[in-house]
């Protein structure tokens, strides 16, 4: 056996019943789990290849390949589908091989229509060498760790995120609250869904036997045979109220009147199988549905959709309240209290989670801390026990949470957890579960718990006697509808009225020598209102903020698959890293991370978080109020910041036109039946353009139409209307912004801002300013919302921008009107095949205006390698030519201004030059590489060409070790700098962004950095 795992390069492979654990905490954790299969069922896989920390196959071994060993496949990938990690595994015999997918769902042996071919993506002989070749170029190492496996798209399309198993389960639970709706209210659905799935984790996990059922109704061996008898089903829900002091569901005289067995009968159907579209069910002598592995943080998943169809989307935006999906409140506790390992295995932190919702990071805290416990304790013979666990949840773990259902299932969950570990699992029987939920409303004070609070966590209460170590957690971050305690506690402080800082701050009262990471929207870092720039000045200033994840251009992605990552993937958010002890030595720097890359890889969808995400900020530009530091390096570069710094802003076009009393402001905006009409006849004499109309430079008149209405629920600014003038749209034309100068009377709607004057050399001057990649680069790193909350460009945004152009030199600004009339002029003459002259003319404009600024050459360049890379890829995502292949042309620009960046620093270095080496590799090719060469042996900046033949096998090798998964979704992207002797071997991702000419500017100013911090080392 293993002949597979070697022929696919497999050398992470950990055997899961083998003598020894792996080092990493982390695996360990996966193989434990693993090994629990054997314990809930007698199904076990026996290999798990690791890509870095986390399982990205599994390997099973068997005999032959008929029955009874399909039962036992189906039996382990019925298993692996519930666990929901990987997305295959491979099953090996004697002289077959199968890969098995396991993202389709799991079928019972026994079903006629179905069969093992069904979930075979790949099957062959050992011996077959075309098929072994086949496997492993699927399936085999490279593959795998890199984007490689999608590309075949014969397998890869097979691989279906909408067939997961909290897909399933949330959708059949979906389908059952529809149909009970019908005929009970919710909070009887809430209950009867919640119970049912805290018994059947119960029961899967080995701490019910068949004997309890039959307590409760001769005969019955499952909670699915009680569930077909009212009042044995009532019977157990009261045991279970009992055993957990009331802290779940209690069942009430009003529910057991309301409830029939028929809804308990849809309950059972619930949780058997695949409830298909029509709403029939397919039933089988076998359930799909497997909780010895779902993971238990799944039930917060189930709350927040619940929730969301209850209250409804719009609602919960309102309040700012959204679910933290598990990867993200995975990679916060990473950061914050990580898997034990040598060393580090203190358990007794006590953790609050101040807005704790459904408790996923309450969940996720206690398995740390019991993990912790037992690293601590192994080898020593002693056990974790229901006291010791009872211990560390009432000792560790705390959470305030207004919402009562919420708080109930943060209670539920923790049940579970603590279930979980007990050994055997049976004991909770004849235990009394602590109460955990203080509620003040309660009168029963021998059943008011002192963990979970239902309370607000802005008010004073009883949790603010408890010192913390760490606060955690991801508080509602809405601007409306806020709470009146709220909104006086920012007011207080001077902040903006957004609930997300009354807890940041909060936080700190509440732990005021410990950790604190929590989640809030990122636009805290970028809005220019003075109440915000309170706010950070208390926050850069007072505080010790260690680092910051932004997670603002995920937001582009879908708002399905940026669900699985972040919180409402409609509004920008961010992690916070702080506390309020500084340091006796004063930080210099903050980790700042913006990643921009959600990705298909490792077969499944996560975030690349690569050192182009990464910076480094200086403290003390950080502490400034008004900084711009946090828009340039979430796109940009150093070099970008300081070129921004340096441009010297008299005023803004904005304050430049005001002075000068040009009109301006938005267009119309239609009447609607919900507003007062607001009747116009002058608008109505007026021709209409339509925002979709409107040119870059210059629109024709004929553009224009009448217009039909002359009532409006706003007439917009009347005197902008008039000519001459110029009007800017919302968004962009073909990727770029876009101004348009008219000479012609039209109104438009508000979608569009127009600006009037009878200046119109100014105003066509302005037009072209407006219309430059050098404005266009301006916004993208300047605007406040561009880019953070949302993808378009709000017209009258283009205002803050330095009014640049009006201080230009007279020739240039000459020059550029000058072309603003030969573009008006030619799109008047109407002739055809006029695109070209409109381009030259265009890079005219471009040229006059950036030698009028004075910039450099390399300023040029980043100019325009941030609009073509970083615009280009927020904007087109991964069809942006940013994430295409490099050639061997973009290969050499690379290395010319990498090289002539080193050699300006080496210029009193006679003895020393750098020239490069590239390589020609195939496009197909994961990595590339660049060779700087620091000798006499070449030319300074010389770049010379070697065939790739032998890299690119090595680069082969290399890729495997430039991917670490971080948390579930995760993971962190290396690039590779490796020093042998005079060379320094520069490996990066083959993409075009990781070779541009900027890029070379950058990582020259990387390895100088690097020179100079080893010498002064030395």
């Known amino acids: 056996m293993g002949a597979v795992s070697n022929h696919l390069d497999y050398l992470h492979t950990v055997e899961v019943f083998g003598d020894a654990l792996p080092p990493s905490a982390i695996k360990q954790h996966h193989i434990r789990e693993v090994r629990k299969w054997k314990e809930y069922g007698g199904v076990v896989v026996d290999e798990a290849y690791f890509s870095g920390e986390y399982p990205c196959v599994y390997i099973k071994w068997v005999k032959g390949g008929q029955q009874p060993n399909v039962n036992e496949i189906l039996a382990a990938h019925k298993k692996i589908w519930n666990q929901g990690k990987v997305s295959f595994f491979i099953v090996e015999s004697d002289t077959e091989f199968r890969v098995i997918n396991c993202s389709d769902e799991p079928f019972a042996p026994s079903q006629r229509n179905k069969s093992i071919d069904d979930l075979t993506l790949l099957k062959g002989r050992l011996d077959d060498a075309k098929k072994m070749q086949e496997l492993k170029e699927v399936f085999g190492k490279i593959s795998i760790e890199s984007c490689q496996f999608w590309e075949h798209k014969k397998y890869a399309t097979k691989i279906k995120s909408d067939r997961r198993v909290e897909k399933v389960l949330v959708d059949n639970l979906n389908s059952t609250r529809r149909e009970l709706k019908k005929e009970l209210p919710s909070s009887i659905i809430h209950?009867?869904?919640?119970?049912?799935?805290?018994?059947?984790?119960?029961?899967?996990?080995?701490?019910?036997?068949?004997?309890?059922?039959?307590?409760?109704?001769?005969?019955?061996?499952?909670?699915?045979?009680?569930?077909?008898?009212?009042?044995?089903?009532y019977r157990l829900f009261e045991k279970l109220d009992a055993s957990f002091n009331g802290n779940l569901s209690p069942v009430t005289d009003a529910e057991k009147e309301a409830v029939i067995e028929v809804h308990l009968q849809k309950i059972k159907e619930c949780f058997w199988s695949k409830i298909e579209e029509h709403g029939q069910l397919k039933l089988f002598d076998w359930r799909m549905f497997d909780f010895s592995v779902i993971p238990i943080q799944l039930i917060s998943e189930i709350y927040e959709d619940f929730l969301r169809d209850e209250k409804g989307e719009a609602e919960q935006s309102a309040k700012g309240a959204f679910y933290t999906p598990h990867p993200l409140a995975e990679f916060i506790m990473n950061e914050v209290l990580p898997y034990p390992s040598e060393g580090d295995t203190?358990?007794?932190?006590?953790?609050?989670?101040?807005?704790?919702?459904?408790?996923?990071?309450?969940?996720?805290?206690?398995?740390?801390?019991?993990?912790?416990?037992?690293?601590?304790?192994?080898?020593?013979?002693?056990?974790?026990?229901?006291?010791?666990?009872?211990?560390?949840?009432?000792?560790?773990?705390?959470?305030?949470?207004?919402?009562?259902e919420a708080i109930k299932v943060a209670a539920f969950s923790i049940y579970l957890s603590m279930l979980d570990r007990l050994d055997p699992k049976t004991l909770w029987k004849n235990k009394q579960f602590p109460p955990l939920i203080f509620d003040p409303a309660k009168k029963d004070g021998k059943k008011q718990g002192k963990n979970l609070f239902r309370m607000d966590g802005i008010e004073r209460g009883p949790f603010e006697e408890i010192k913390y170590d760490f606060v955690v957690g991801n508080p509602p971050f809405g601007t409306k509808e806020l709470e009146e305690n709220v909104k006086n506690y920012v007011q207080t402080l001077?902040?903006?009225?957004?609930?997300?800082?009354?807890?940041?701050?909060?936080?700190?009262?509440?732990?005021?020598?410990?950790?604190?990471?929590?989640?809030?929207?990122?636009?805290?870092?970028?809005?220019?209102?003075?109440?915000?720039?309170?706010?950070?000045?208390?926050?850069f200033n007072e505080l010790d903020v260690e680092k910051i994840y932004n997670f603002s251009i995920l937001r582009k992605v879908s708002m399905e698959e940026g669900k699985k990552y972040i919180p409402n993937a409609s509004v920008p958010i961010g992690v916070f890293f702080y506390s309020k002890n500084k340091p006796a030595k004063p930080r210099k720097k903050l980790l700042y991370c913006a990643p921009k890359t959600a990705i298909k890889n490792q077969l499944i969808d996560g975030i690349a978080i690569d050192p182009?995400?990464?910076?480094?900020?200086?403290?003390?530009?950080?502490?400034?109020?008004?900084?711009?530091?946090?828009?340039?390096?979430?796109?940009?570069?150093?070099?970008?910041?300081?070129?921004?710094?340096?441009?010297?802003?008299?005023?803004?076009?904005?304050?430049?036109?005001?002075?000068?009393?040009?009109?301006?402001?938005?267009?119309?905006?239609?009447?609607?039946l919900k507003y007062k009409p607001v009747p116009n006849e002058e608008i109505k004499k007026l021709k209409y353009l339509d925002a979709k109309k409107v040119d870059r430079y210059h629109t024709l008149e004929e553009q224009a139409v009448p217009i039909e209405i002359s009532v409006f629920k706003r007439i917009g600014s009347k005197d902008a209307y008039?000519?001459?003038?110029?009007?800017?749209?919302?968004?962009?034309?073909?990727?770029?912004?876009?101004?348009?100068?008219?000479?012609?009377?039209?109104?438009?709607?508000?979608?569009?801002?127009?600006?009037?004057?009878?200046?119109?050399?100014?105003?066509?001057?302005?037009?072209?300013?407006?219309?430059?990649?050098?404005?266009?680069?301006?916004?993208?790193?300047?605007?406040?919302?561009?880019?953070?909350?949302?993808?378009?460009?709000?017209?009258?945004?283009?205002?803050?921008?330095?009014?640049?152009?009006?201080?230009?030199?007279?020739?240039?600004?000459?020059?550029?009107?000058?072309?603003?009339?030969?573009?008006?002029?030619?799109?008047?003459?109407?002739?055809?095949?006029?695109?070209?002259?409109?381009?030259?003319?265009?890079?005219?404009?471009?040229?006059?205006?950036l030698a009028g600024l004075n910039l450099s050459d390399t300023e040029k360049v980043l100019i325009e390698d941030l609009l073509r890379f970083s615009l280009g890829a927020f904007q087109d995502k991964d069809k942006s030519d940013a994430y295409q292949p490099c050639n061997i042309t973009e290969l050499k620009q690379?290395?010319?201004?990498?090289?002539?960046?080193?050699?300006?620093?080496?210029?009193?270095?006679?003895?020393?030059?750098?020239?490069?080496?590239?390589?020609?590799?195939?496009?197909?090719?994961?990595?590339?590489?660049?060779?700087?060469r620091l000798n006499k042996q070449h030319q300074a900046n010389e770049i010379e060409t070697l065939p790739g033949a032998a890299m690119q096998a090595a680069l082969k090798d290399i890729e495997e070790y430039t991917y670490r998964k971080h948390s579930e979704s995760i993971y962190y992207r290396k690039f590779i700098r490796y020093y042998s002797g005079d060379t320094i071997y520069i490996v990066k991702p083959n993409e075009k962004r990781c070779w541009s000419r900027s890029m070379g500017l950058n990582d020259a100013d990387e390895i100088v950095a690097e020179i100079l911090k080893n010498a002064n080392g030395r």
């Open 346 to 404: 203190r358990f007794n932190y006590k953790i609050l989670d101040p807005t704790c919702g459904s408790g996923i990071f309450l969940v996720e805290s206690l398995n740390r801390l019991l993990d912790r416990w037992e690293a601590a304790h192994e080898g020593t013979g002693v056990k974790l026990t229901f006291d010791k666990i009872e211990e560390i949840v009432c000792n560790n773990i705390f959470g305030i949470e207004i919402q009562p």
């Open 191 to 233: 209950n009867l869904l919640l119970r049912s799935l805290f018994v059947l984790y119960l029961e899967d996990r080995g701490a019910t036997e068949p004997e309890f059922y039959a307590g409760y109704l001769p005969g019955a061996k499952s909670y699915f045979d009680i569930l077909e008898n009212k009042d044995a089903t």
């Open 612 to 672: 182009t995400d990464i910076k480094y900020l200086p403290m003390e530009e950080c502490q400034k109020p008004d900084t711009k530091i946090w828009k340039v390096a979430m796109y940009g570069t150093e070099r970008d910041f300081d070129m921004i710094n340096d441009i010297n802003v008299s005023q803004t076009i904005k304050e430049y036109t005001s002075k000068q009393g040009w009109q301006q402001g938005l267009g119309f905006r239609k009447y609607s």
């Open 494 to 539: 001077g902040y903006a009225t957004e609930t997300v800082l009354a807890f940041l701050h909060r936080a700190t009262v509440l732990c005021p020598e410990g950790k604190i990471a929590l989640i809030a929207t990122s636009k805290i870092l970028f809005n220019n209102k003075s109440t915000y720039q309170n706010f950070r000045q208390f926050f």
């Open 722 to 849: 008039q000519k001459p003038h110029l009007v800017i749209k919302e968004g962009q034309q073909d990727n770029r912004f876009c101004a348009s100068f008219l000479d012609f009377n039209c109104c438009y709607t508000d979608t569009v801002y127009g600006i009037h004057s009878t200046d119109e050399y100014n105003l066509k001057l302005l037009t072209a300013y407006l219309n430059s990649r050098f404005a266009s680069y301006l916004m993208f790193l300047t605007a406040v919302d561009l880019g953070i909350e949302r993808n378009r460009l709000k017209p009258n945004e283009i205002l803050s921008l330095p009014a640049l152009c009006f201080d230009l030199p007279a020739a240039s600004k000459n020059a550029i009107v000058g072309y603003m009339d030969e573009i008006i002029q030619i799109k008047k003459d109407g002739f055809f095949g006029i695109e070209q002259q409109l381009a030259e003319l265009e890079d005219k404009i471009e040229s006059a205006l």
């Open 894 to 932: 690379y290395g010319k201004y990498l090289c002539n960046t080193i050699n300006e620093f080496l210029e009193d270095t006679p003895n020393l030059s750098a020239w490069a080496s590239v390589f020609e590799l195939t496009h197909r090719s994961p990595l590339n590489i660049v060779a700087l």
